[in-house]
């Protein structure tokens, strides 16, 4: 497998395709059929394709500020965690939120990582 990070602006057409189809097999039923994006578009992507370069993985990261308890704190949000049926594991899983979590040690001293299922 490998992993791909993208930034929003360089999604061409093919590419929202087939992260709509993925998004959209993952999220029956919930997921918006005319965008890429459930609520709030991320600030970038990490994509995983198989060795057929067919995109079979994504997460979205959403970089935002916050207010806990009075501090400021920076929050590093995974979005839209899924991995195509035919590829699920949690290896494949596991390799898309750690190739995620490794931009965060560039950044500030203090990052917190929120995960939700």
Do not use: W
């Not at 360089?10 to 097999?25: F, G, H, P, S, T």
């Not at 995983?48 to 997460?59: D, K, S, T």
């Not at 500030?108 to 990582?113: A, G, H, I, K």
């Amino acid at each position: 497998m490998k992993i791909k990070q993208v930034h929003e602006y360089n999604i061409d057409e093919k590419l929202e395709a087939d992260i709509q189809n993925v998004l959209n097999r993952c999220f029956p039923e919930i997921y918006p059929t005319n965008r890429i994006f459930f609520k709030q578009l991320p600030h970038l992507r990490f994509l995983a394709f198989n060795q057929e370069n067919q995109l079979v993985g994504h997460v979205g990261l959403d970089y935002r500020v916050m207010n806990l308890n009075g501090e400021i704190i920076k929050v590093l949000g995974l979005i839209d965690l899924c991995v195509s049926i035919n590829n699920r594991s949690k290896r494949n899983r596991f390799l898309i939120v750690i190739r995620s979590r490794s931009i965060i040690q560039k950044g500030e001293r203090r990052l917190y990582t929120m995960v939700c299922r």
